[in-house]
């Protein structure tokens, strides 16, 4: 009975007359405390899986749930149901459906290569494998990267005593440092690219940062494993016998990973006055196609991958499937926080438009690039992107140029700080339990902190004092 009420509630909220002709409330008429349903999410997100780790794995889909509702039926009681549908088809149609639609093209064509054959992790070839990943990243997601190489990674240092330092590193460079210079490469990256930013002005405005960060740890990494190599004079034979040829399963998926990424630049560069309104949000044509060509890659992807390769590589939908359901409440529950950050300093959030704010008014990058990095090592990267992209304005023209220091702090910080701990970026978990499954002792929570404290925030201090004063 439950159930059908819910149904019932939505579909009322989807076909409530006047529809197109909703619009938000004024954002000063807000209170914070429509904020709460947000933050409820994300802190469910980022404590459940640590606290309750079997439960969530079961109930995370009602969660979300629960705090999506939370949202919608309040607001549709006070300010009507058209203007509650409104906001939940423009959250769908304007960014959730485009980002969910990426990602599982990236996914899945990515999970539809496996590399074979038996390579043997010396300091020099780990180190390659990590600049290999980090280039990668930005052209077929960081979450992609990660799939593709960490089971070789782990493969090839099977006969290590000495391993945890290698997927350590591998969670900063390849999946979240290497995907900073495109929208292909974080979502992050990808939510400021359907908001307005250039396809190709991250990879103009972060690449100094990108190469200090990517060339520093790569630098450490290999100081590191050769010490650590030493220590493992006396390695044990490797259990991974050299009886197949290296190489590649599944090789025409690389033909459609340069699919998605035509896709997305045609998206990008195509400008045409055709748009479809769908129940109130203009849908542009350029945006319809790639949604389309992405669905269609995925299908391909699927139909000509052999079942073999998907079980070589242990591919499951269970990781899309959660992050599918995780987002949609995510991209709902954050439209009042979005509205009420854009009404700036007089607005409700003005103490967070504020404490990111000089005292002439201009906007610190320094402070944006920590903020956003903070949040996004705790928090999730995607949505904290789009808080502060909000707070400094929300105009994409202007943080391209007159404020492209603060875009580029922000840019910076959610992807990566989500480095800083498991919960900061999604293929860190994914990375962390394939790696668990295959034997390596994984440190904690915190013990994972204590490398990135250790290794990451000085480097980020550094960044601070060259880029972001």
Known sequence: MKAYRWRGTLALLLLWPGLSSAAMPDANQLSVSWGIPFAGLLLSIALLPLLAPAWWHHHFGKVTAAWSMAFLLPFAVLYGPAMASYSLMHALLAEYIPFILLLTALYTVAGGIHIRGNLHGSPGLNTAILAIGAVLASFMGTTGASM????????????????VHVVVFFIFIVSNAGGSLTPLGDPPLFLGFLNGVDFFWTVRHVFPETLFLV????????VLDGWLYRRDALLPQDPTPDTRQFGFDGASNFWLLGAIAGLVLLSGFWKSPVAFNIAGTPVGLPGFVRDVGLVAVTLLSL????????????FSWGPMQEVAKLFAGIFLTIVPVIAMLKAGASGPFGAVVSSVTRPDGTPDPAMYFWATGLLSSFLDNAPTYLVFFNTAGGDPKALMTTFASTLAAISAGAVFMGA????GNAPNLMVRAIAEDRGVKMPSFFGYMLWSVGVLIPLFALMTLIWFR
């Open 420 to 423: 800083n701990t498991y919960i």
């Open 215 to 222: 060339g520093s740890l790569l630098g450490i990494f290999y």
């Open 303 to 314: 139909k000509f991958t052999s079942a073999k390769v998907y079980a070589d590589n242990q």
């Open 148 to 163: 593709l190489l960490i089971r070789p990674l782990i493969r090839a240092n099977d006969q290590r005593l000495h391993r």
